[in-house]
């Protein structure tokens, strides 16, 4: 559940606490226990309804990946076909998208990027203002956006957190900073790069504690 959310219930139990343990006094108050605790329950709904939308959404998103990788099967067929129907005319070739450079020589077919390789991420540092973390990629050819996943940690001494992590965002650079992060907590991070060709390796995850 989200740390903004554990930390509203456990105000809220604190004054619960209170109450109930000066119940005499709160006889004629309006608010009572029974409030606090449909409140607890509220948060605690919207908190689990949270993390189901977050794996659901991770979910869709390697749906989508997989679709992706099932239709390019189709995409070489269409530029097989194009090749061979268009060899001599780099004007039509460009109807499709295609450039006669990339036509292999003897076989026919197009030239596709590869898939990327796997991410490797460089270091996590803070910020420059000491608050949130600036994440370095290292450099890799045939990349069009990575995306990032990140997992949290109550417990800033654990090196280990098993992924799928939830998604983070989508970048284009080999360095982003990420601010919404609380002190006293581990984060994890692990990028995969991402083309029209499909989607790398993760990279192996790499956390740090502000």
């Known amino acids: 559940m989200a740390k903004y959310i554990e930390d509203q219930i456990a105000e809220l139990k604190k004054r619960k606490n209170g109450i109930v343990k000066n119940a005499d006094k709160w006889v004629n108050m309006p608010i009572k226990d029974v409030i606090i605790d449909a409140m607890i329950k509220t948060l605690g709904d919207l908190g689990k309804s949270i993390e189901d939308s977050v794996q659901e959404l991770q979910q869709r998103r390697d749906l989508a990946h997989k679709e992706i990788e099932n239709q390019k099967k189709t995409l070489d067929q269409i530029d097989n076909f194009a090749y061979a129907l268009h060899a001599d005319s780099s004007e039509k070739l460009n109807e499709y998208g295609l450039s006669a450079q990339a036509q292999k020589g003897g076989g026919g077919g197009s030239k596709r990027l590869p898939i990327p390789a796997k991410v490797v ?10 608050v949130g973390f600036i994440v370095r990629l290292g450099s890799i050819d045939d990349v069009e956006h990575f995306e990032v996943q990140r997992g949290q940690s109550e417990d800033p001494k654990a090196l280990v957190l098993p992924p799928p992590y939830p998604f983070l965002r989508t970048v284009k650079k080999l360095k982003f900073t990420d601010d919404d992060i609380e002190k ?12 029209r060709s499909g989607a790398g390796e993760w990279s192996e995850a790499l956390s740090r504690v502000q």
Do not use: C, L, P
């Open 121 to 130: 991420i460089e270091s996590i540092t803070d910020d420059d203002d000491g």
């Open 184 to 195: 006293g907590q581990r984060y994890f991070y692990r990028v995969r790069a991402i083309n």
